[in-house]
């Protein structure tokens, strides 16, 4: 692969997008052995108003899933994708259209076009990271997991 993701991968960039609160998750499944459905009950237990994406769907969470970025009412501010790298393309666009200030590809979900298309009308491009992992890693949430525990020891503080 020739395209460089540093610059796409920037933690001031990735801090900027997590800011919106509003997410579109296209691709999103109600399967929960899914990446996609962990990552939204992620994001909605920790304050975000997910909107589902699935034109298959319609509900996911108990939300009335959309089959594409123009049917939201009202719009989002983040479009995190969770789709084939053929698929980003039309995504981009579509957030273009609607206004979305970031649009999150997912790891893998690699599109030079889709990225451009993004940039080209101003959108903050995060890609091969996961919006989950980006969030806990900059608010702390790690540790629910058991990382960012701070303790570098083995042994255990004792009392």
Not at 50 to 73: A, M, Q, W
Not at 74 to 79: D, R, S
Request: with cysteine.
């Amino acid at each position: 692969m020739s395209l460089d993701l540093s610059p796409y991968q920037d933690p001031l960039r990735i801090r900027s997008a997590l800011a919106c609160r509003r997410v579109a998750v296209v691709g999103l499944s109600p399967n929960v052995l899914r990446a996609s459905h962990f990552v939204g009950y992620y994001l909605i237990r920790h304050g975000f108003d997910v909107v589902p994406v699935n034109p298959r769907e319609k509900e996911i969470f108990g939300r009335t899933c959309y089959p594409d970025l123009k049917s939201i009412p009202g719009g989002v501010e983040l479009v995190d994708v969770f789709r084939e790298p053929a698929a980003v393309p039309p995504i981009a666009t579509e957030a273009a259209e609607i206004g979305a200030r970031a649009l999150w590809l997912q790891y893998d979900v690699i599109s030079e076009e889709g990225i451009a298309i993004a940039e080209s009308a101003g959108i903050n491009v995060i890609v091969d990271r996961c919006i989950k992992v980006e969030h806990a890693r900059f608010f702390g949430r790690m540790h629910v997991l058991g990382f960012n525990t701070e303790v570098i020891s083995a042994r255990r503080k004792r009392p």
